[in-house]
């Protein structure tokens, strides 16, 4: 059991910086988050298991973009997920079932996934739940927008895509097909809004507010959004990432869901796949769209996270960085990683699997948490792959071929544009 | 939810009356709609009527100048006058925002016009969509700027859903502030209008008129200015059916909590088949003034509960008296508080 409480002292009193530059809940409860189910829907597979043997295989997943018009971008490719054919709602009426958006069905896999090994089949008794998501249902946006512009006349179907482009909508598909009712709580911080859900979660339990929350993020494939990041010039044109490479040209996209059933740790002591110990968030005021050089937000939420585990940087076993493979954010995480472990960097294994599945945006954080928790679980260590000249600015343990670890905690980085920054370390329970 | 010991201590406001909470204010106890302006599509006629309720042209002397805010979406610019409102209205001095401050964005479609210009553009040819349009189209673009004109490091995160969502970031705020995360909180909720939304809404009746805005509330712990002092809800629903067969029930829990006569602030557009269940769940009580801010002001979609919040505390501020809002919601929960000083 953790026994660490920290004071609103403990972490405002260390620093000169006013106590909102931290995300830090110093609460009189020192409970863990057990995390008593998790689902993963990525680019690498459908489910924890296909997700694990493709790490384990260091299998990339990205191909050709086939169901959005992709002429003129300069990328092509991206991390795509291959949905099962047929009904995945049941529950839903059939002309609801047309408006359900590509990220809700990953969503939904996601959180049967997390329910069953959480040993549920419904959500009853979950007192929220709590998404984040950065595009939400854009593919519906884009179809009301397209409709709009060629038909002048009105077209009832129109009112469905109005709707159902609302995320809260979305949701309630998937409150309908549990028959579960209760708070719905979308977060969208960007990149970093996964992460971010898991962290208002946990919070939601640790000040009382809630014993069991469902908490992950999503996100799908978009046209609008594949263009906008490549008109940034942030997509590789090799369509490889290379995150943490000297000669990194960009990242790629991809699309999945991560979901965790968050439980208050006196209502479920056993069973619990593992602990969320510490949640950090800060914001970057640096640029919109790009972080401050040296990741100063990164070394806070870091660093706070760790006070808010009770742990050093040289206890953590495994960081799942943000790692893009864009020229800007690694170059920063990279620097903040080495400002913030001191001399423990060289010790501090890193990776980022974005290299092998692209970035799920809304859904990178929590994904990115699940592989975490699965490393934890499994003792493993998921690679950076395609690195063929490490950048010098990594002065950490960039791991570059999945091995076997001995870890308890690992930390995970989300870093979005308009500066949003969270960090969430997990921890292991013994077997 | 927590509000013990929670002031608003400070409320800001842009709406179709404009850019003050006073104006607001002014507007919906005058009672008299707003006029509405056509809202053309760029390019081609539009066989049915669509209006809106525009926000009027921002008053040279309100612009708040920062590099971020150049290029800065409409909703963007709402946000910051609304939150720089309610910083004054509190008491701090703009120029130097308090230390200790997050912020709290609601929002329901967010950046539109941006993200209209943007897919055009995509869809013209997008080997020259505008890199600069494109990151403001993301939902969180507005909190970002407004951190950075008001240089807040600290916590700051956009919540989409439902206009009453405004209440969950109430409780979160409240919550930071009770756990020390932040001394002050400032919430906003805004949206902005385009052509696509302002028809969306005819799709649901062709008597709905599209509105913008930005309400804002600096929440604190200082004893300064009305507490919301109950809360009714989250009652959640996921159809129209069901959330009308809880509506009598979020009208009489609320009025247990009453002990004194009081001011509706509620959510009704003035289409009777939209409004039917929320008049009739708070029929049965006497009020000293019922207000319909959006029969005044249109409908102001994610920004449409913080300016019912804003005018609460307005007039729990002027009549001493207790104000109930009225947060039916139009597809997660409903919600209903109590605001007094």
Redesign the interface.
């Known amino acids: 059991m953790n026994t660490c409480v920290f004071t609103s002292t403990t972490v405002r009193g260390d620093s000169h910086l006013p106590s909102a530059f931290f995300h830090f809940v110093p609460t009189t409860v020192s409970q863990r988050i057990a995390i008593t189910g998790a689902g993963i829907v990525s680019p690498l597979g459908l489910g924890w298991q296909q997700n694990e043997q493709a790490l384990a295989a260091g299998r990339a997943a990205f191909r050709a973009v086939d169901f959005f018009d992709t002429d003129g971008l300069i990328a092509k490719t991206a991390g795509i997920v291959d949905l099962p054919q047929g009904k995945l709602f049941h529950s839903v009426s059939p002309h609801k079932q047309d408006f359900i958006d590509r990220g809700t069905r990953m969503l939904l896999l996601a959180v049967r996934e997390a329910l069953t090994q959480a040993g549920r089949t419904d959500m009853s008794g979950i007192d929220a739940f709590v998404i984040g998501t950065s595009a939400g249902a854009m593919p519906l946006g884009e179809s009301y927008f397209e409709h709009a512009r060629q038909q002048p006349a009105r077209v009832p179907s129109q009112l469905s895509r109005a709707e159902h482009y609302q995320s809260q909508r979305q949701m309630n598909c998937i409150a309908d097909e549990f028959g579960w009712r209760g708070p719905v709580i979308i977060v969208s911080n960007a990149c970093a809004s996964g992460a971010n859900a898991i962290g208002w979660a946990a919070d939601m339990i640790r000040s009382g507010r809630c014993k069991r929350v469902l908490a992950g993020g999503y996100d799908a494939l978009a046209r609008l959004v594949f263009a906008g990041f490549d008109s940034l010039r942030a997509l590789a044109p090799s369509g490889i990432p290379r995150p943490f490479d000297a000669q990194r040209d960009g990242l790629a996209l991809g699309e999945g869901a991560g979901v965790m059933l968050l439980e208050a740790e006196n209502v479920r002591r056993s069973d619990a796949l593992g602990d969320v110990t510490g949640y950090a968030t800060a914001t970057d005021l640096h640029h919109l769209t790009q972080p401050d050089p040296e990741g100063k937000a990164a070394i806070r939420t870091m660093t706070t996270a760790c006070a808010q585990a009770g742990l050093s940087p040289r206890q953590i076993g495994y960081i799942n960085s943000h790692g893009t493979g864009t020229t800007f954010n690694d170059g920063a995480e990279a620097a903040a990683i080495a400002a913030w472990a001191g001399d423990a960097v060289k010790h501090i294994p890193v990776s980022s699997t974005k290299s092998a599945m692209g970035h799920l945006l809304g859904g990178a954080g929590a994904v990115e948490a699940v592989i975490c928790l699965m490393a934890l679980h499994g003792q493993w260590l998921p690679a950076s792959l395609n690195v063929r000249e490490v950048d010098p600015a990594v002065k950490f343990d960039l791991v570059q071929k999945f091995r076997s670890a001995s870890l308890d905690h690992a930390l995970t980085n989300s870093f979005g544009f308009g500066g949003t920054n969270a960090t969430l370390i997990l921890q292991r329970r013994a077997a | 939810m927590?509000f013990d010991g929670i002031h608003i201590r400070g409320v800001g406001a842009v709406s179709a009356a404009g850019w003050s909470a006073g104006e607001l204010l002014q507007a919906v106890c005058a009672g008299t709609p707003l006029p509405a302006v056509s809202c053309p599509?760029p390019g081609?006629?539009?066989?049915?009527p669509c209006s809106t309720r525009p926000v009027p042209p921002l008053p040279p002397e309100k612009a708040a100048r920062h590099p971020?805010l150049r290029r800065a979406s409409a909703i963007t610019r709402y946000s910051v006058a609304a939150a720089l409102e309610a910083l004054a209205d509190a008491g701090h001095d703009t120029a130097t925002p308090p230390?200790?401050?997050?912020i709290l964005f609601v929002m329901?479609?967010g950046c539109v016009n941006y993200?209209?210009r943007?897919?055009?553009e995509?869809?013209q040819?997008?080997?020259q969509?505008?890199?600069l349009i494109?990151?403001?189209?993301?939902?969180?673009?507005p909190?970002?700027?407004i951190?950075?004109y008001l240089?807040?490091?600290?916590?700051?995160?956009?919540?989409?859903?439902?206009p009453n969502?405004i209440m969950?970031a109430l409780?979160?705020a409240a919550?930071w502030i009770?756990?020390?995360?932040?001394?002050e909180c400032l919430l906003i909720a805004a949206e902005e209008c385009d052509w696509?939304s302002a028809?969306?809404l005819t799709?649901?009746h062709p008597k709905l008129i599209a509105s913008e805005g930005a309400g804002a509330l600096l929440l604190s712990s200082q004893p300064q200015g009305p507490r919301i002092r109950d809360v009714t809800g989250?009652l959640?629903?996921?159809s129209w059916d069901e959330r009308a067969s809880l509506l009598p029930d979020l009208a009489a829990q609320t009025m247990t909590k009453l002990d004194a006569a009081a001011t509706l602030i509620d959510d009704r557009c003035g289409v009777a088949r939209i409004d039917r269940a929320e008049t009739s769940a708070w029929a049965p009580n006497d009020w000293s003034a019922i207000r319909s801010p959006k029969t005044v002001i249109g409908e102001s979609m994610g920004a449409s509960a913080a300016l019912q919040l804003v005018l609460g505390t307005l007039e729990a501020r002027e009549t001493k008296h207790p104000v109930v809002v009225s947060m039916p919601g139009t597809?997660?929960?409903a919600y209903a508080c109590v605001i007094a000083l």
């Open positions: 927590n599509r081609d006629q539009r066989p049915w971020r230390p200790g401050l997050g329901m479609n993200t209209g943007f897919y055009h995509v869809l040819n997008p080997a969509a505008s890199p494109f990151p403001e189209t993301v939902f969180n673009a909190a970002s700027h951190a950075s240089g807040i490091g600290g916590v700051v995160s956009t919540l989409v859903g439902s969502t969950e409780d979160t919550f009770h756990s020390g995360v932040v001394d696509l028809e969306a799709y649901y989250p959640c629903y996921t597809n997660t929960a």
